[in-house]
């Protein structure tokens, strides 16, 4: 019984990209880098190459466009990844302008072929191979079979033992092409505008030999290059609850009682509230109080950064290290790009607290793309962030609408695992604020509707109503007791 080839995987040196693929790139494939103009398709081939290339394994780049080498490398070399002590050293630049022009592929063929010859590369880039094809339809020369063509330098690069990259200006995926079912790997390259807002993302339509991620995976081109955002991993096995229950403190005195105790570990809690009734201030003292527990934590801000005026505690808690900032300004979010972030300063500071606040801004924060699953991209990131043990906030905006009665504006009250809603309601013409513990997955916890008030210290929770009725309508009565009633 023969044994098993195992195919070497490369590491592509592209943050990302080596998850999205199921693993790094096959050692030795023939692949398609595919897109319309301006979705990064050279950046990305350069970043790969610039990783790859070394002495003992150079690459030869071969351009086939009407621009020189030169001019390709002075906007490549604006990149971080740019090494220039490479050049001519592990990385040759070949220009195959004139010979893509005569028309004649054979031609092209024999010149790809010694040039390979003559510097023995493990890497192989054409760009832009569509060139190639556009030349050799505009002649009438019947040495001009592309099928062929490509069939045989497939052939020929795995020969050689090159992991090769043709890099080609494609608007369809659906084309059909020869060069999509000779090549091992097909990398997809997608942009798309609305509004004043742009989006890149990628699809690995095909990769040989291995189980790459499914789907489209949003990417950022800036100064470092090209970085991919991954779906967060999620864990397909459930931890089974240890009891007792670990339950956190949240740092506001009754409130852990009115939680049962206090929130579960791992647990998803949904504050919501309407405008000014507490809840940044309630996800700050949650952070201050695993603070206090020597617990770091990590907050997500969309609308109001911390600063010493307004949340002094918080911002000191940010200056000491104790809780990671994600406040990213850069436009066009996706929900992948704010799990990596998050995931990325977890790590970091080793994180057991996560607050986002809020969801109002967060969706706002996002791409107009975005918007349409963000239910399903926020249960993916919440699935996430307690599959790895982190216990999460998240505040929502809710109007205080009292004809009815919602815990989320989004739908996505199920999605957590417990929820503490805010209200406000008119007492003797005046404004005051009530709480409630709506849920508590798998834990009892209390019914009460507690009235509360924030000052210097915080959130204060006070004592119920009882001869208040119609609290959630906003205008409660007071009870009239029959005095006949034993």
Sequence with gaps: MSSKVTINRLATGVPGLDEVLGGGLPEFSFNLIAGPPGCGKTT?????????????????????????????????????????????????????????????????????????????????????????????????????????????????????????????????????????????????????????SMVRKMEIMKMRGQPTLPGLHTFRIATSGVRVFAPAAISTVETPLEFPIKRLKMGVARLDDMLGGGLPQGYSLLVAGPSGSGKSILAATFLAEGARNGETGVIAVFEQRPNHSQNPTLAALIHSGQVGLVDSRAADLSIDEIVHLLLTEITRIKATRVVVDSLSGFELALAPTFREDFRESLARMVSALTGAGITVLLTSELEDRYTDLRFSPYGTAFLTDAIIVQRYIEVQSRLQRIMAVVKVRASAHSDELRLYHIDDDGLQIGEMLPDQEGLLGGRPTRQHVDKGEV
């Excluded at 630049?93 to 790809?112: K, S, W």
């Design 44 to 196: 990305l081939a350069h970043q790969m190459m610039f990783a790859l290339a070394t002495p003992q394994r150079p690459a030869l780049f071969f351009t086939v466009l009407g621009e020189p080498p030169l001019k390709m490398l002075r906007y490549q070399q604006q990149f971080d990844f740019f090494d220039s002590a490479a050049i001519n050293q592990s990385i040759h630049y070949i220009n195959l302008a004139d010979d893509t022009q005569a028309g004649d592929l054979d031609e092209v063929l024999r010149r790809i072929v010694s040039e390979v010859q003559a510097h023995s590369p493990g890497l192989v880039f054409v760009d832009s191979f569509r060139s190639v094809v556009l030349a050799s339809q505009t002649r009438d020369n019947p040495n001009n079979n592309l099928p062929l063509f490509v069939q045989q330098l497939g052939m020929l690069m795995t020969t050689w033992q090159a992991t090769t990259f043709l890099i080609g200006e494609y608007f369809n995926e659906t084309d059909t092409n020869p060069v999509f079912t000779v090549a091992d790997g097909l990398i997809w390259l997608r942009q798309s505008v609305q509004r004043n």
